[in-house]
């Protein structure tokens, strides 16, 4: 007998899991498909013998508690939250340390003689952070473009729109100086507007290394998916069949087809799309012109130096405190972030562990040597080939795609796209590629779901549209 449900969900990534436990609190029957066989998708652990690590993303710090608190997820055990929250090492010198505690962060920025530019900065980030979930910028089903958000955030506040149409290092620079905003963002958003560093600051720039490696958060967010009454399937590749015009469900195996009386939500990047489509679709429904961005992004090797250690002994760590916070460093020959998850789990018969994410130019087993102080036992690069095989993220980028200014807010992933519709009809994107963007924030997760409730004509009640949103969206 056809097996059918309202929607099915192909990926059982964070923002997966996200949709599918919205879609079910809402009222909707929901099959979530895995290829792989744990849930989480670039957020979930590994581990060496026994001691677990982060597989790919390490740190969590972008998921809104307002978000984690409607599918009942319990955001402090999922990470370590040490303070300092991170420190930047430069030449192996202490140069920043970024503490949770707000007297001792401010004391730090007296240090660097931009006290009073950063309780500016703090203030802006703060109001950026509520006037965005409030007024429909990042809780959206049609995200606004740059100009609009900046105006929405000016009748929040005056001026705010200023730090996000400006670029980044020109706007945050002049309150804080050059090295601190610089410390705050990723060099490619240097020049970027300051939305793009704001949304990466949402949390006020706090990060904790996830607990086992993302293991506990991703296990959390299957099971607020199956509470809320979602089915989830893993170890299950699936292909969307298109008929009569719409995505009708997905194909698994040789052949089974599931029907999807309402939508398939693609949770998986973006660029995935021509892998799960019958080419002939692919052609059909795609302008020639969103076809070739899409392959465009998707030739480039957008993949940053991840690699993941297994080490001989415990590693000894630069700086006094213990578990030890993030580390951000920067020295000849390497620039990027490093985690000890052995520091914070201590292994039972297996080994310590390490993580570096950024960019090197040193062989691996030299990295750990010089990271670490011990020999690498074991090296696990996470490259694009690894991305792109085992996530279905074919250029391998951090967040799907970029995140500048020709894929963000109205933007993303392309232009008459951002409303989680795709070309076909029935069909939705719901990843790090869709608004608001990526890293582990489940926000796109909620609101591809929200878009494709109002599609069938649902107001949901479970969700985190502002009112205003949600009115004459159906
Ligand atoms: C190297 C690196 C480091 C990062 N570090 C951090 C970090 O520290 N903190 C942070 O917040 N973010 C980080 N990120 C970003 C973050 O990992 C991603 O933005 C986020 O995990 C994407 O989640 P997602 O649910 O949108 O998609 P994904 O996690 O990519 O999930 C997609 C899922 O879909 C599945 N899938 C694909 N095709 C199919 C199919 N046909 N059938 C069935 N299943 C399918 C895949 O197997 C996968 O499980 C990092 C990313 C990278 C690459």
Known sequence: MEASYDYIVVGAGHNGLTAAAFLALNGASVLVVEARETPGGEASGASFRGSWYPRVAYALGLLPRELASLLGLDLDGSAYWV????????????????WRDPERLASEMRGHGVEQGWRELSRVIAEFRRCASSEGILYTVKP?????????????????????REPWIRWAGGLVGKEIADALTYPVFLWEPGYVTLYFNLNGAVWGPARRGFTILAHELEA????????????????VLVRE??????????????????????AASILCLPRVLPPEAYERFLDKKDRLALEELASSDAAIDRFNFALAGEPVVPVDYRPPPILVVEQRGLSGELVYPSLYEP???????????????????????????????????????????????????????????????D??????????????????????????????????????????????GVRPTHTLLPRRALRGAI
């Not at 607020?224 to 292909?239: F, P, S, W």
């Not at 015009?245 to 693609?266: C, D, M, P, Q, T």
């Not at 090296?379 to 391998?396: H, K, M, T």
């Open 83 to 98: 303070d300092p929250s991170w420190v930047l090492l430069a030449d192996g010198e202490v140069w920043l340390e970024w």
């Open 144 to 164: 606004p473009s740059l100009e609009e958000a900046a105006e929405i955030l000016d009748r929040c506040s005056e001026g705010l729109g200023d730090a996000v």
């Open 224 to 239: 607020a998916a199956r509470r809320a009454g979602a089915e989830v399937l893993y170890g299950t590749r699936a292909r």
């Open 245 to 266: 015009e719409r995505a009708e469900g997905v194909v698994i195996g040789e052949s089974r087809f599931i029907r999807a009386r309402k939508g398939v939500v693609l």
């Open 347 to 409: 292994p039972t018969g297996g080994p310590h562990t390490m993580v570096f994410s950024g960019a090197t130019s040193l062989e691996p087993r030299e990295l750990a040597w010089r990271l670490s102080g011990v020999e690498a036992l074991e090296v696990e690069a996470v490259d694009r080939s690894v991305l792109e095989r085992e996530y279905c993220n074919p250029n391998g980028a951090p967040n799907h795609i970029p995140m500048t200014r020709d894929h963000i807010l």
């Open 411 to 456: 933007r993303r992933p392309l232009p008459g796209w951002a409303d989680y519709r795709t070309p076909i009809e029935g069909l939705y994107h719901a990843s790090a590629s869709s608004h608001p963007g990526g890293q582990v924030t489940g926000i796109p997760g909620h609101n591809a779901a929200m878009r494709a409730l109002l599609d069938a």
